[in-house]
């Protein structure tokens, strides 16, 4: 009865001349190898085969999205975009639902599964609202403590402990060379280009990105608002933040993207590794 309400619903919309957008996503569960570590990790997807890397949603200015969600997992998740859907939205495990988006403005949101098992490890993107006439690119940061993944997907810890170490650190949940063929992430643009780059932290601990070459423009902060209209080449990305930054490159040349806090650049302290990006411009 829902999706038939909903569809009749976007029908009306579209009569009207709103633009709706029609997607699928799957919560899965897996595990993911990172140098020699494996960690368990819930991610969305856009089919039901497990792929580490959680599926982004773009939007153009004025879309709204109808979005049909299908839980694989034998656990129930939900379908929370904070401020936007928080009630109502639980999804049961081998169930699905369906959920009508209608961004109130241009800009990156989030969508996480608010349980335990799944946003502590990894449940959580982005959609991308507007800005379609730029470049878009996508910087989702998390860490994880191998030794931790296991008691979280098994349901005997729902927290992250105040002695938390993570040795795990990645972009799109990949590291390494995997990055430098990471489309989504790998900014390769010219001088002038305009650039937005969407970032969310769907880590457990605060991150800070550091670029070389440039200063960006922060256009928007969730939860350190005071940063909006800065224009800066380093600066936090609290836990949980979303971030929309834009840079507009004045040199060609190769530079680096890196977390400011060295741990963060190693894999259980090996370097080089984690959250390390390369940039690209050309003349």
Same mark, same amino acid.
């Given at each position: 009865m829902r999706f038939l309400t909903l569809s009749i619903f976007?029908?009306?919309?579209q009569t009207a001349k709103s633009v709706v957008i *029609?997607?699928? *996503?799957? !919560?899965?569960? %897996?595990?993911v190898t990172v140098v020699d570590y494996t960690i368990l990790t819930c991610v969305f997807n856009d089919s039901p085969v497990f792929y580490k890397q959680n599926k982004i949603l773009e939007l153009n200015s %004025?879309?709204?999205l109808l979005l049909h969600v299908i839980n694989t997992d034998v656990l129930e998740h939900t379908f929370t975009i904070d401020g936007l859907i928080e009630t109502g939205n639980v999804i049961p495990g081998g169930g699905s639902d369906d959920f009508f988006v209608s961004p109130p403005a241009d800009g990156a949101y989030r969508f996480y599964s608010d349980k335990p098992y799944g946003k502590l490890i990894g449940a959580s993107s982005i959609i991308m609202v507007g800005y379609e006439n730029h470049f878009r690119y996508y910087w989702n940061l998390f860490d994880q403590q191998d030794t931790l993944t296991d008691k979280i997907d098994a349901g005997t810890a729902t927290t992250i402990p105040s002695d938390y170490t993570p040795d795990i650190f990645n972009i799109n949940m990949k590291v390494g060379t995997e990055l430098t063929t990471d489309t989504l992430s790998y900014i390769m643009q010219s !001088? %002038?280009?305009?650039? !937005?780059v969407a970032i969310v932290n769907s880590g457990n601990m605060h991150h800070n990105l550091h670029w070389h070459g440039y200063h960006v423009t922060i256009l928007n902060a969730t939860e350190n608002s005071q940063m909006i209209g800065w224009i800066k080449d380093s600066f936090p990305v609290v836990i949980g933040e979303v971030m929309l930054v834009m840079l507009v490159p004045d040199q060609d040349g190769m530079f680096m993207v890196h977390n400011h806090n060295m741990i963060t650049v190693t894999t259980n302290g090996v370097y080089p590794g984690g959250m390390m990006q390369m940039m690209t411009i050309m003349p």
């Amino acid at each position: 009865m829902r999706f038939l309400t909903l569809s009749i619903f976007v029908l009306f919309l579209q009569t009207a001349k709103s633009v709706v957008i *029609l997607d699928t *996503l799957y !919560i899965n569960r %897996g595990s993911v190898t990172v140098v020699d570590y494996t960690i368990l990790t819930c991610v969305f997807n856009d089919s039901p085969v497990f792929y580490k890397q959680n599926k982004i949603l773009e939007l153009n200015s %004025g879309d709204q999205l109808l979005l049909h969600v299908i839980n694989t997992d034998v656990l129930e998740h939900t379908f929370t975009i904070d401020g936007l859907i928080e009630t109502g939205n639980v999804i049961p495990g081998g169930g699905s639902d369906d959920f009508f988006v209608s961004p109130p403005a241009d800009g990156a949101y989030r969508f996480y599964s608010d349980k335990p098992y799944g946003k502590l490890i990894g449940a959580s993107s982005i959609i991308m609202v507007g800005y379609e006439n730029h470049f878009r690119y996508y910087w989702n940061l998390f860490d994880q403590q191998d030794t931790l993944t296991d008691k979280i997907d098994a349901g005997t810890a729902t927290t992250i402990p105040s002695d938390y170490t993570p040795d795990i650190f990645n972009i799109n949940m990949k590291v390494g060379t995997e990055l430098t063929t990471d489309t989504l992430s790998y900014i390769m643009q010219s !001088i %002038g280009d305009t650039i !937005i780059v969407a970032i969310v932290n769907s880590g457990n601990m605060h991150h800070n990105l550091h670029w070389h070459g440039y200063h960006v423009t922060i256009l928007n902060a969730t939860e350190n608002s005071q940063m909006i209209g800065w224009i800066k080449d380093s600066f936090p990305v609290v836990i949980g933040e979303v971030m929309l930054v834009m840079l507009v490159p004045d040199q060609d040349g190769m530079f680096m993207v890196h977390n400011h806090n060295m741990i963060t650049v190693t894999t259980n302290g090996v370097y080089p590794g984690g959250m390390m990006q390369m940039m690209t411009i050309m003349p």
